[in-house]
């Protein structure tokens, strides 16, 4: 049978844990280290994906004060935040252990025995598409992955005892997004394992949990191991860039130059509102955030249309927004997937200069 290593780099700052994320990719990339499953914790941090700028994604001023330090990622999507309450894993493998370089099924895969890992423990985990795991519908992980030519480094991160209020404060995002009610409604949509437990796990039980997942989906067994050499000489060339100022500002872009544009309508079904961070030269959408007086069943809709419009492009808003609700059953009584584009559309249309606006219909 195949052994793959595992290590254990317990709780490190964000700089060191993206260092290591570089250094081990790059490793598996040049065959000089096996495949490998990670895991690892973070200090408290926002970190930015590798495109994204600091001032345009996150509440600096309160990351500040929280001593929540600002990292960037060596891949791309969006800012998240992390701290103890996580617990992150990660897989460092080669194209010829996937006999795949098809990342939806890659994500499906290790996404669904990721799954069996947790349900493990006692609860019931289920794969979401694109790259979440949930329980009854709550998100309880997320997941992400990219190749580097042959390698491939695949993350995901289980929530502990996670409070998505914090997470929120660190986000650059609406002040309604943090009423009450909002960071109630938020926190209904994510669960933890601690709380579906009845109690805290012992990190090496869920860590056993997660191994013995992968190591019988892919017919592996894992045994325990350390930085090698190349490793290590590849982490400290990585720290030596990744922690410093140069690689935060790497892209350094001024909040101003992604405003945020609200609309609100209302329909036979309910009031809708809408704030839409608008990136007009590239004609994207890069986030959205909902709100408003209405009905929808499962509750969990508003969030799943958010994250399927995130980063998405303009020209192709009704395309998007229609096939998402052709996907799924939405109770949502009178209100139509046409009322969420036109309240779109209303603020979109704002970031036209005024002589060439089309109101939308």
């Known amino acids: 049978m195949t052994t793959w290593r595992v290590i254990d780099t317990g709780l490190r700052s964000a700089a060191q844990n993206i260092a290591l994320n570089r250094a081990l990719l790059e490793a598996r990339q040049q065959d000089a280290s096996p495949s490998t499953l990670r895991f690892l914790a973070f200090e408290p941090c926002a970190l930015l994906g590798y495109h994204q700028s600091a001032e345009q994604e996150l509440n600096l001023d309160y990351c500040q004060k929280q001593g929540i330090s600002v990292q960037r990622r060596i891949t791309g999507g969006g800012a998240i935040y992390f701290d103890e309450t996580q617990l992150g894993w990660e897989l460092y493998l080669h194209k010829r252990d996937l006999?795949?370089?098809?990342?939806?099924?890659?994500?499906?895969?290790?996404?669904?025995?990721?799954?069996?890992?947790?349900?493990s423990l006692g609860v019931d985990a289920q794969f979401r598409p694109r790259n979440d795991i949930e329980v009854a519908g709550r998100k309880i992980s997320g997941t992400g992955g990219a190749f580097d030519g042959d390698a491939l480094m695949y993350q995901g991160t289980l929530l502990i005892q996670f409070d998505v209020e914090k997470m929120l404060r660190v986000l650059r995002i609406p002040a309604?997004?943090?009423?009450?009610?909002?960071?109630?409604?938020?926190?209904e949509r994510v669960a933890n394992l601690a709380d579906l437990l009845g109690e805290v796990p012992s990190l090496v039980r869920v860590k056993a949990a997660l191994s013995n997942a992968f190591a019988e989906e892919f017919g592996v067994s894992f045994a325990a191991g350390e930085l090698t050499e190349t490793e290590q000489t590849l982490y400290a060339d990585a720290l030596a860039e990744i922690d410093h100022p140069d690689w935060v500002n790497l892209h350094e872009r001024p909040a101003a130059d992604r405003p945020?544009?609200?609309?609100?309508?209302?329909?036979?079904?309910g009031l809708l509102r809408v704030s839409v961070a608008f990136d007009r030269a590239q004609s994207r959408i890069k986030q959205v955030w909902f709100s408003g007086d209405l009905f929808l069943s499962p509750r969990r809709t508003l969030a799943d249309l958010e994250a399927v419009l995130r980063d998405s492009l303009?020209?192709?808003?009704?395309?998007t927004v229609s096939d998402f609700f052709a996907a799924r059953a939405v109770?949502?009584?009178t209100l139509t997937p046409a009322d969420f584009v036109t309240v779109l559309q209303l603020a979109i249309v704002q970031s036209e200069p005024a002589e060439t606006r089309v109101t939308a219909p």
């Open 314 to 319: 303009a020209a192709s808003l009704e395309q």
């Open 260 to 269: 945020t544009y609200e609309a609100a309508q209302k329909f036979p079904g």
């Open 99 to 119: 006999c795949s370089a098809d990342m939806s099924a890659i994500s499906r895969r290790i996404c669904e025995a990721a799954a069996r890992g947790i349900s």
């Open 176 to 187: 309604e997004k943090l009423s009450d009610k909002a960071i109630a409604s938020a926190r």
């Open 331 to 333: 109770d949502m009584l």
